[in-house]
């Protein structure tokens, strides 16, 4: 499709995801918790390593951080469940809520009265998930560099895929592979816009601007609630709906 960017399909599912600072050192605070129950050396613990750089890139202040694990140290801390929850949304797409809780029932309640209201069913853990692959995610804007350099210089830190256009620059990395790859980036082009351990959909699904609505109301639901960390989708929004969604 001419003009079409996977870059704004990725930035508009995470748009559909509130930027708040607060909601977001919220979430970040939860997976900073989690992650230091494994220890804080971070050179014995990627996950508290991918935790600490996203807090960073998030501009969290260094008190919050230093009182997370500092709480980790001392045995202290929120203990909270790591949960996914599975399901369809709108128009046949398929969806994967990560959250982290210190109440299942409410939590799943919640989750399910979402799917629920908007058109949506909740299934089993699994029912959606083998159409989407877990990978480590990078986005760049377009501005750093080049598409040729982007691509060499991932290749070269050991990525499986770069995908570049006019808004920006998309590196793809298997999962054990994430650590080493943002760190070579991040030293050759400064920090990425994202990184994250993803769930990427296998294939995509176009919507229109109906089931676009209520998709996109769905995930802002979702996104509303404390507990919920990410939501994946597998949605592709073409130029002309997304012309028509934001008149």
């Known amino acids: 499709m001419a003009g079409h960017s996977k870059f704004k399909n990725i930035q508009h599912r995470k748009g559909a995801q509130d930027k708040k600072r607060a909601k977001v050192f919220s979430r970040l605070g939860k997976e900073l918790t989690v992650a230091a129950r494994a220890g804080t050396d971070v050179s014995a613990n990627p996950r508290l390593r991918t935790a600490l750089a996203a807090c960073r890139a998030a501009n969290m202040p260094k008190d919050n951080i230093e009182r997370v694990l500092k709480k980790a140290e001392g ?23 990560e959250a982290m809780t210190d109440n299942r029932n409410r939590t799943a309640s919640e989750v399910r009265a979402a799917f629920n209201k908007y058109n949506g069913s909740l299934g089993e853990t699994g029912s959606v998930s083998f159409m989407f692959d877990r990978v480590g995610e990078i986005m760049f804007a377009a501005d750093v560099t080049d ?43 400064g920090s990425p816009a994202e990184a994250a351990i993803v769930w990427k959909p296998q294939n995509t699904v176009d919507v229109n601007v109906d089931h676009a609505k209520g998709l996109i109301k769905l995930m802002e639901v979702l996104d509303d609630n404390d507990d919920v960390q990410s939501i994946a989708s597998n949605f592709d929004i073409s130029d002309e709906v997304m012309a028509a969604l934001d008149s």
């Open 147 to 189: 598409a040729d350099s982007m691509f060499e210089a991932a290749l070269e830190a050991g990525a499986d895929n770069v995908e570049s256009d006019d808004d920006g620059h998309i590196i793809t990395c298997a999962m054990e592979d994430f650590n080493t790859v943002r760190d070579a980036l991040d030293e050759a082009f």
């Open 75 to 97: 045995g202290e801390g929120e203990l909270y469940e790591e949960i996914r929850y599975e399901g369809y949304g709108p128009g046949g797409t398929a969806l994967i809520v």
